[in-house]
């Protein structure tokens, strides 16, 4: 005959409840079997729970994905961007991100820029220019600007005048455009083209030119 303590829960071949000191006789204990559940499905989990996971964890992907409209009160950034802390709209980064696909808008943006007189047959040799402005928008490209002879006349009937400082290079003679004279809409009226001969340019074919100190202005739309 032995004397054991017991403390806790044990499981012997027959059931024995212990709550001091037991004096056993003829009995066996036996420790219970711990078995591995071959599956099982958790669901509706609250509060706070803990799972320990041996072996491979399986999940199930849908066919079929439904993704809700998305509605947005803000501006949202693309391809790594910040969005715009103003209004609402999409931020592109400020270098495109260029896409393959031809069904995907990668880039938009605004900005300002000044043309430069590299040739001019007319008289003129000084000009007053006022920043112009442009909008890309994927591989499109419109650019507007002016400028003003201060010293004689722009251009000259049957030439061209060229200009510089485009902020995109043009694929190649893929521009066409147009410019006037503001002061005179009877003179200084031009067709324009860009393309990328001795650097970006835009050269303006003239009609008749335009006389001093009268505004010639131009927009230009090309792709990159």
Known sequence: MATVALSGIITPTNVVTATSTTTLSNKTL????????????????????????????????????????????????????????????????????????????????????????????????????PT???????????????????????????????MTGLPFSPSGRTGVGSGANNSNLNNGVSTTLAYTSSGPTIDATFESGVTNNNEYAFIVTFFV
Do not use: C, H
């Open 132 to 162: 112009g402005t442009y909008t890309k928008t994927g591989r499109t490209v419109v650019l507007l600007g002016a400028i003003t002879p201060t010293n004689g006349t722009f251009g000259a009937a049957g030439d061209y005048i060229r």
């Open 30 to 129: 036996v420790a219970p079997a711990l078995g591995t559940p071959a599956s099982g499905v958790v669901t509706n989990l609250t509060g706070t729970a803990s799972i320990n996971i041996n072996g491979t964890v399986g999940a199930t992907t849908p066919s079929t994905v439904v993704v809700a409209p998305v509605k947005a009160s803000t501006t949202m950034g693309v391809g790594g961007a910040t969005p715009s802390a103003s209004g609402s709209g999409l931020t592109f980064p400020a270098t495109q991100s260029a896409s393959s696909d031809a069904n995907t808008l990668d880039d938009y943006e605004e900005g300002t820029w000044t043309p430069t007189v590299t040739r001019n047959p007319g008289t003129a040799t000084t000009y007053t220019i």
